[in-house]
Every structure is written in structure tokens, then in C-alpha cells.
């Protein structure tokens, strides 16, 4: 690891040395004056053609290039269906400075029949206001899971447990196709870790977004756009991975787009086929008893993801679009025998007490399905624009579970009766949403942007718990175990944003409303105990801004602020008690109350490409898992509880390199230091950690086609909630080459090589003294075949966000 780290420092520093402070600008149009996005843009040598660098304008068709090797160049401009564009650019040398202005494409009649060179995205692109990782044609993330590629993404980090934080902090709101999901904790965790990399597009990072977004996520929000066919016609592509860690792993998917008469039907279907060994070890000290408790897992689980979308769009005029949109998946993920193991010693001699073994097997199937319908009008030729969004979601979890326990004194003889025990958590979450935006372009360097938003979200979770001994005939139904949980949400948003341009200044202001109701009870079975209730009415508000200052070609600063909020999860509020033994369990929390998050970020850009940002963020309320235990019982459970405060600091650089023309990296460093306080059982804690993260990726292009990717990560260790973690990381590397008239490619990946991605926690607060180690099933081998079929000339589907993007990120799923 540390071999690796100075060879990455060494390659970011060496080329910085060699640029050239040059410049080239465009803005790029079709023939209605409308951006054109992801052209291709080549610079060639004037004298023999030959092509020195390759650029691809953004998603607002503009042009940004800086350190051009000095020569004398020709430009040409490719889209499909347009003419190319040419321009002699001259001698460049080491100050020019070229601003083209605005370059107009004429489009084509019919389809040219010449070979077109495509210029590609780079695996990691810098906006604005976010930070685009481009799955789609990455060679590292075929074959893997969408939480795989999240993990090896800048700024992001997951933790044991699966949840994700953005630059040291958590609280991160996960969206698909722009729209929230209301999965949360385990279920958001294991919806990633069962959705197939090979179909997703780009993952969209924003750390501050503006108040356009629901106000959901002190963290940010990290949005997944799945793969849309962009061409017309009858087209479509198939994939299919085989992959071997300790256990065999498979995917496969198929994707169709047709396009014709103002129509366009689209759809996708994935198979995700995933075997994974979780291995944890729980170490627990009781030092006033003179002991200490280890707890070994192993857990092999299995499990099948199928997921299907389907869509059309209707072009009403040239300025209406009408749409609907339909996705589902089912998930089955069982356990047979899963083990564990607990064991009681004298914390002095070592001396075992007494053990205890614990075997689980599990049947979890899963389902959830989407509607949306979606209208679009654009009014005219100067952006004004209404969009409206209908929707509702549909999660069914059902997650059964036989537990039988078996009880051994010192001497390995068995104490008590084995005892059996059978749980059931059935969960239903309905959610229902209506969301409308309306652009208003004021001139050509300013814009006013307004909307509204209802959701409606009802869950339904019944726990029931059955138990017996291996002299009973029957289970017996466990009145003081089993509960059942019923919640109400309902949550309506209005915003306001305003954006300008003066000159050298640009600056974006909103303001966010949002109004929640929300209503709980648990309900005990048989009268063991008395029903609980509670009601939530508050309103809040959620300002934003962006400043932005271009003081020449070379230097930009900016300034931005928002105000954010972390609704708890609704299983978070769930009093359920899951279990893993007779002495560790899981309970939820009904009094948790939102975490609120004031964030800043400056940020300085120098030549368009390198990025400096310190950003400050302070959170009250922060929901933070706990650990806490009954001492005279032995028992340790995980519960989340409001803490007062943290305070976060992190300062990050990013570092896009062209090392050379057939060698590009992206390395991303980040420094975070991170404060709690609080108090847990009146007692009061002040957990304080620091943390060095970096992530490099380089892309090296060789001949006949042939690509190779080499990445990694490192991560110092540092606090996480309540949490201190040891330090970890992984080593990727992936080759890719085009086959069959480049409409075939052929990938093979390996992940986590040096196996160093097995996370160390220790938790040491009032009584509480342990340590948690997991080692999972991450070193794996991945080789992928994709075939892309069809007429390859036509614009495909619309990228749309629906209105249920925030409810969904806060449903839980199995385990």
C-alpha cells in the first residue's frame, strides 16, 4: 500500500511540471441555437493529420481545454447526424489563449457512411456543482454491483455496515434517475449491493445541492443514472459476466430502445446472481466482571436479483412530451446454517466460561415496482419550460428466520436444553408523490426556477416472534417479542431559485420550504404491553447559494452555503428488536427526531481542471447508532439515538492529469477532521477522529484497441458516527479490447487484490470496550462480454428524474 501511494504521488507531480498556460473555448449549437452535449472535439496536427488530443464538450455543449502541447493544429467538431466541423487553429504555443465563441452544426439528411472517431469520457469529470464518475464505459466496473463501483468513487467511503459517507460525513441521500429512494440503512445497502454496475450510466455526486432538491441529506446527494439508449431506430446491446471469488458470482442484462414517428419505447432487464461469505468477529470486554466475550460469523449467503424497466415517450409537437415509465425487481437472498459462535472467558486467564452457538438460516424474498407519468413542455426558443411528475412506489419485504441455540458449559457439556427460535418481519411501504418545476429564462445570463412537491408515504411492519425447546412438539407465539408498526408521512415542499451571470460573477440563490407531518404507533400483541404513539408537525426552511468568481483563465473561486436535513429511516423509528444471538440485537428507535446541517464549501480552480475545496459543516441532532448493553445480563444491542452536535472539517484536491496522450489519471486526496458530542446514558462522550483518504485512477489507451485501467483507494481510518474505524483500501485493474466491427467488447477485472478491504471498528464510550472485524467476499475476478446491436444514428431516450427520489432512500431492505 505504501508502495503504491509514493508511485501515484509521484505521477501527479511529475507532469504538473511540463504544462503549457494555454487555453481553448468553444460553445457548441445545434441549428436550433440548443447546446449540443458529448460532441466529440479532435486536435490534430496541421501538417499530417494526426490526432494529438481528444476532447467531449459538456452536458451545456461548452468546450474547456487547457495545457495543449505547443504545434500547429486543425479542429474538427463530430456529432452523429450533424456535418463536422473543421477550423485551423494555427501555431499554438505556450500562452495562446483561443476563444472560438459559438459554433454552429448543420445537420445531416442522411446517414454518412464514414467512420466516426468517438471521443471518450473520462472515468472522472469535475462540473460546476458535481462530481461525474462515468460507469458506462469504465473496464474496472463491469460485472461489480453498484455499491462496488460507490465505494472506489471519489469522496465516498462505506463503512461495515454499509452506509455510505461523502467526505467524512453521513447522511448521504441516494437517488435513481434523479429521484430520491426512500430505502435507508440495510435495505439501501443490500438494493446496492444487488443492483448490476452494467447498468448504470454515470453516478452524479453532489456534495452542496441547490434548493431545487428535496432538502433530504446532510451529506449530499449521490444520484444513479441508469444506461439509456442514445441512438434511434431499433437498437439495443446485451452483456454478461462470470465472476469468481470464494464463491461464483453472474450477471447478465439486455437493453432495447426504438425510436420512430415521435415515439420512442425503451426498456432494460438485468439478472444479478450474487454469493457472498460474510465473515465478522465481535470482540466484547466486561472488565469490572473480569471478562470477555468473542463472537465469530460466518455467514454464507446467497442471493438472485432480477430487475426490469419499461418506458415510452410520446412527442405530442416539437415543444410537448408525454411519458410513463415503469420499473420493478425481485430479490430472493437465503441463508443455510449461517454460524455463530460466542464465547465466554476470564478475562484474566483466558479460561473459557461457557460457549454458545447460534445457527441461522434465513428465506428473505423482496419486491418493489415504480410508476411514473411525466409531461414536458417547452413554451419556446429561450428555455421557458414546465415539467410535472406523478408517482407512486411499492416496497414488500418478507424476511423469515430460524434461529437454533445451543448452550455448552467450560467443559464443552451442554447446560440447558437447545432452544428454537422463529421470527417473521413483514414490511410494506407505499409511497405516492406529485412534483412540478417551471423554468423562466429572464435573458440570456439569468433564469428564475420554481416548484413544488407532495409525498405521501405509509408503512406497514409486523414482527412476530415464535419460540419452543427441542422437547416441544410446537412453536408458541411470543406476545412480549412481536409487535407491529404502522407510520404516516406526509411531506410538501415549495421552492424558489434564482440564477445570474455579471460578467466575471455568476451566482445561483434559492429557497426551500418544506412542511412534514408525520404519525407512528407500535402496537404489542396480546396486551403484553401498552400501544405507543407519537405525531411530528414542524416546518422548516432550507436556504442555498453558489457564488462563483472567473478572475481569469486560469483561477475561478467559489463560494457555496446550504442548510440540510437527515429524516430518520422508517425502520430507524421501528421498535422491532432483530436479532443475531441471545446476547446481541438490533432495536429501532420511535423518539428520533431530524438531524439539521449547516454547510459551506470554498472551492478554487486552476486551469479549468485542478480543484482545491475546504469545506465546513456543522450538524445538531446528528442520529448516530449507538452501542449499548445491559452489563448483569451480558447483552449488547444497537440502537440510534440523537446526539448534540458534529462539527466536520475537510479540505480536498482533485488532480486530472494527462500524463501523457495514451496515459490519464484522476487522483483525488482528501483531509477530514470530525468532532461528536453528546451524551449516551447521561454520560457524556466527545469522539474526536482525523482521516487521510486518496483515490487514484488512471487509464492507460494501447494499441488495437486495446484500454487498461489501474485504481485504488486508501483510507487512514477515522471516526465514523460513533465509531472509530482502522484503515483499509483496495487495489483494482481492469483490461478491455473491441471485437466484431467494435460493436463487441471484451473486459477482465479484478477487485481488491491485495485483499485489504476488511474494515476494523472499536467503539469505547461509558461501559461499552469493543471491537468489531469483518472480512467479506471482496477479492473477486471478473471477465464481461457486451454486444451492442441495431441502427446506431438515432437520439434515444429522455433522461428523466420522478418525485419519489428522496421517500425511496429512506426504505430499509433485507438483509
Known amino acids: 500500500m505504501k508502495t503504491f501511494i509514493l508511485s501515484t504521488l509521484f505521477s501527479i507531480v511529475a507532469p504538473l511540471l511540463a504544462f503549457a498556460d494555454n487555453g481553448l473555448s468553444a460553445k457548441i449549437r445545434d441549428e436550433k441555437n440548443q447546446p449540443v452535449p458529448f460532441a466529440s472535439v479532435l486536435l490534430r496536427k496541421a501538417s499530417d493529420s494526426t490526432l494529438v488530443k481528444g476532447f467531449i464538450t459538456d452536458e451545456n455543449g461548452e468546450l474547456k481545454a487547457s495545457a495543449l502541447p505547443q504545434g500547429n493544429y486543425t479542429l474538427k467538431i463530430q456529432f452523429t447526424g450533424y456535418k463536422a466541423y473543421s477550423k485551423k487553429l494555427g501555431e499554438v504555443n505556450a500562452n495562446t489563449q483561443l476563444d472560438l465563441g459559438i459554433i454552429a452544426l448543420e445537420p445531416v439528411s442522411t446517414q454518412l457512411n464514414e467512420v466516426v472517431v468517438k471521443a471518450t469520457k473520462p472515468f472522472i469529470e469535475r462540473q460546476l456543482d458535481k462530481t461525474v464518475v462515468n460507469v458506462e464505459n469504465s473496464v474496472m466496473a463491469a460485472g461489480n454491483s453498484a455499491m462496488e463501483v460507490l465505494e472506489r468513487s471519489p469522496g465516498v467511503i462505506v463503512d461495515k455496515d454499509g452506509n455510505i459517507s461523502l467526505r467524512g460525513k453521513q447522511g448521504v441521500k441516494v437517488m435513481i434517475d434523479g429521484k430520491i429512494s426512500y430505502l435507508s440503512g440495510n435495505d439501501l445497502s443490500n438494493f446496492l449491493r444487488n443492483l448490476s454496475a452494467d447498468q448504470i450510466s454515470q453516478l452524479e455526486i453532489m456534495t452542496n445541492p441547490s434548493s431545487k432538491y428535496d432538502a433530504a441529506g446532510t451529506a449530499g446527494i449521490i444520484n444513479i443514472k441508469m444506461k439509456k439508449n442514445v441512438n434511434m431506430g431499433m437498437n439495443g446491446s446485451v452483456n454478461g459476466t462470470i465472476g ?14 426504438y425510436r420512430n414517428n415521435g415515439w420512442n419505447i425503451f426498456g432494460n432487464a438485468s ?30 449467503f446467497k ?17 410537448t412530451t408525454l411519458g410513463v415509465l415503469f420499473s420493478g425487481g425481485l430479490n430472493q437472498t437465503t441463508l443455510n446454517n449461517g454460524l455463530n459462535q460466542s464465547t465466554q472467558r476470564n478475562l484474566a486467564t483466558n479460561a473459557i466460561l461457557s460457549k454458545l452457538d447460534t445457527y441461522n438460516s434465513m428465506d428473505n424474498p423482496f419486491h418493489n415496482f415504480a410508476n411514473n407519468i411525466n409531461f414536458k413542455h417547452t413554451f419556446d426558443s429561450t428555455g421557458k419550460e414546465l415539467t410535472i411528475d406523478l408517482d407512486y412506489a411499492r416496497y414488500v419485504d418478507k424476511n423469515q428466520n430460524d434461529y437454533l441455540t445451543q448452550w455448552y458449559g467450560s467443559e464443552f457439556n451442554k447446560i440447558k436444553n437447545d432452544s428454537l427460535l422463529r421470527t417473521g418481519a413483514f414490511s410494506n411501504i407505499d409511497q405516492y408523490s406529485f412534483k412540478s418545476d417551471y423554468v423562466l429564462p429572464i435573458s440570456k445570463t439569468s433564469k428564475w426556477g420554481m416548484g413544488v412537491k407532495s409525498s405521501y408515504v405509509k408503512t406497514d411492519n409486523d414482527l412476530q416472534f415464535r419460540g419452543k425447546t427441542a422437547s416441544d412438539a410446537d412453536y408458541t407465539f411470543l406476545n412480549k417479542q412481536s409487535n407491529r408498526f404502522m407510520y404516516e408521512e406526509q411531506i410538501h415542499a415549495v421552492y424558489l431559485n434564482t440564477e445570474r451571470k455579471l460578467g466575471k460573477w455568476s451566482y445561483q440563490i434559492g429557497l426551500r420550504g418544506e412542511w412534514t407531518i408525520a404519525d407512528g404507533k407500535s ?29 481569469n483563465k486560469n483561477h475561478t473561486f467559489g463560494l457555496n452555503y446550504s442548510r440540510r436535513i437527515n429524516r430518520p429511516g422508517y425502520s430507524d423509528l421501528n421498535p422491532f428488536v432483530f436479532f443475531l444471538d441471545n446476547y446481541t440485537y438490533q432495536v429501532g428507535n420511535p423518539m428520533l427526531m431530524p438531524q ?60 486530472p492529469i494527462p500524463v501523457t496522450k495514451w496515459w490519464t489519471s484522476n487522483t483525488d486526496i482528501q483531509l477530514n477532521h470530525n468532532e461528536l ?92 470496550d ?44 433485507a438483509n
Open 244 to 257: 469468481q471469488g470464494v464463491y461464483t458470482r453472474s450477471s447478465a442484462g439486455l437493453n432495447l430502445n
Open 271 to 300: 439478472y444479478f446472481g450474487r454469493n457472498n461469505l460474510q465473515n465478522n468477529n465481535i470482540t466484547r470486554y466486561f472488565r469490572a466482571q473480569n471478562e470477555v466475550w468473542n463472537s465469530t460469523t460466518e455467514f454464507p
Open 303 to 319: 442471493g438472485t436479483y432480477t430487475s426490469m424497466k419499461v418506458g415510452a415517450d410520446w412527442t405530442v409537437n416539437k415543444k
Open 523 to 551: 402496537m404489542a400483541y396480546g396486551n403484553s404491553a401498552p400501544d405507543s404513539s407519537f405525531h411530528r408537525d414542524y416546518k422548516q426552511l432550507f436556504p442555498s447559494a453558489f457564488v462563483q468568481y472567473e478572475a
Open 596 to 655: 439539521l446541517t449547516n454547510s459551506f464549501e470554498l472551492t478554487h480552480t486552476f486551469k479549468g481542471a485542478f480543484n482545491t475545496t475546504f469545506g465546513y459543516s456543522h450538524t445538531d441532532d446528528v442520529i448516530t447508532q449507538l452501542l449499548k448493553q445491559d452489563t448483569e445480563a451480558r447483552k449488547t444491542y444497537q440502537t440510534s439515538a440523537n446526539l448534540a452536535q458534529r462539527t466536520s472539517y475537510n479540505l480536498s484536491f482533485s488532480l
Open 677 to 768: 458530542t453528546g451524551k449516551v446514558d447521561q454520560a457524556q462522550i466527545n469522539p474526536v477522529g482525523n482521516m487521510f483518504y486518496i483515490n487514484s485512477n488512471h487509464t492507460f489507451s494501447l494499441k488495437n484497441d486495446i484500454k487498461l485501467e489501474l485504481g485504488g483507494q486508501y483510507f487512514s481510518g477515522g471516526l465514523e458516527q460513533a465509531f472509530n474505524f482502522g484503515p483499509g483500501g483496495s487495489l483494482n485493474v481492469g483490461i478491455q479490447k473491441t471485437v466484431l466491427n467494435k460493436k463487441g467488447t471484451i473486459r477482465l477485472n479484478a477487485s481488491d487484490i491485495l485483499y485489504t478491504q476488511n474494515p476494523m471498528a472499536t467503539i469505547k464510550y461509558s461501559d461499552i
Open 770 to 813: 469493543i471491537t468489531v472485524k469483518n472480512r467479506n467476499d471482496t477479492r473477486v475476478v471478473r471477465f464481461n462480454f457486451t454486444y451492442r446491436f441495431g441502427n446506431t444514428a438515432v437520439k434515444g431516450a429522455r433522461n428523466r428524474n420522478t418525485g419519489l427520489d428522496d421517500e425511496k432512500g429512506r426504505v430499509k431492505g
